[in-house]
């Protein structure tokens, strides 16, 4: 039987009881990302790849794509009557919407529009990336509300645009994937309660920056490397370069992502808002770890929008023994 997203949250999701807006941020989520997903399948044949000859406020080069997924986002959640407003990666500051006055607006959505946009030109996966939470906020919009850590998450997930497009979600009760099915252009439940295995042989890590990790980011790499056969040794090496299709193989197949501090960058490279804390959350719900070498992701306070942190996760007794080399 076909389950739909919908079904779905009618059957299984009680929370949607008391957040009756969570549903319709939903639609408008599918909505944009179904849109992004057709594009995305077409981008050589609609003169969409390339950079958008702009840099965002992180420095970093856009593609056409970034500003094509990020437009039709806003314009999705700015129809619902539940969102307040939202902030995303590729943008300096965040948007209140114009109903952002109204009481019924108690909902925010963070996003990375198209996570891992280098790797568009390549046709490799990437994806949007999203969280939504609740305004703290009454009346007019703050950045305050946009700086709740990750544990005041109501609901995060992303949409995978790979070798099938995957919308992995959780609302805090367990993790789950829905696949579109282009045909009927529907989510479809694919994946019901994923849960990464505890230990998986699987390191994936930039090797690139060798030189400048710390000391206990290279003893770890030591450690996946070294030929002890009875605990699965040497790991295998994966990484895409795109956060997305990382941590979605190493969620549903184990392993351990790392992207950490480097002596050029202290705080890695990562957006906590937009990239660790939605997927710590959907890793937590499914049974894995996550931490920035030191403290739990979640946890962070955050004190600006587009602030960077360090992260492990994956595997449970990975991400472990990854905390017992600092
Ligand atoms: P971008 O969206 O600018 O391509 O960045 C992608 C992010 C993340 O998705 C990925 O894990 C990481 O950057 C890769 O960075 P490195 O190339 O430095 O390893």
């Not at 319709?24 to 950079?51: D, F, M, P, R, W």
């Not at 856009?62 to 999705?76: A, C, F, G, P, Y």
């Not at 590729?90 to 114009?98: G, H, L, N, R």
């Amino acid at each position: 039987m076909k389950i739909t997203l919908d079904n779905f949250f009618n059957e299984k999701e009680s929370i949607l009881a008391s957040e009756k807006g969570l549903k319709e941020i939903y639609e408008k989520l599918e909505e944009a990302t179904k849109k992004i997903s057709n594009v995305v399948n077409h981008a050589a044949l609609v003169g969409i790849l390339g950079k958008a000859d702009k840099e965002n406020i992180q420095g970093e080069e856009v593609m056409k794509l970034d500003e094509l997924s990020n437009d039709w986002l806003i314009e999705s959640l700015k129809s619902s009557k539940y969102c307040a407003g939202v902030a995303s990666e590729e943008m300096e500051t965040f948007i209140a919407f114009d109903q952002s006055d109204n009481d019924e607006a108690q909902y925010i959505v963070l996003f990375d529009p198209l996570d891992g946009s280098s790797n568009i030109d390549t046709c490799s996966a990437i994806g949007t990336i999203f969280s939504i939470y609740k305004r703290i906020s009454k009346g007019k919009l703050e950045l305050a509300d946009f700086l709740q850590k990750g544990n005041d998450i109501l609901s995060a997930g992303y949409v995978i645009y790979g070798s099938s497009t995957i919308l992995v979600y959780s609302m805090g009760n367990g993790s789950h994937a829905f696949t579109l099915d282009q045909k009927e252009n529907e989510y479809l439940l694919s994946h019901e309660h994923i849960q990464t295995p505890a230990y998986t042989p699987i390191l994936s890590i930039n090797f690139g920056y060798y030189n400048i990790y710390e000391k206990s980011v290279i003893d770890f790499c030591h450690w996946c490397l070294d030929a002890d056969k009875s605990s699965k040794h040497p790991f295998t090496q994966r990484y895409i370069g795109s956060m997305v299709a990382d941590i979605h193989r190493n969620l549903l197949k184990g392993g351990i992502f790392i992207y950490p501090a480097t002596t050029e960058s202290p705080n890695g490279k990562l957006r906590l808002q937009y990239e660790c804390n939605p997927l710590s959350f959907i890793q937590k719900q499914a049974g894995g770890k996550y931490t920035n070498g030191s403290h739990d992701i979640l946890e962070i306070e955050p004190t600006e929008l587009h602030q960077r942190v360090p992260i492990a996760l994956g595997s449970s007794d990975l991400v472990d023994k990854y905390i017992s080399f600092k």
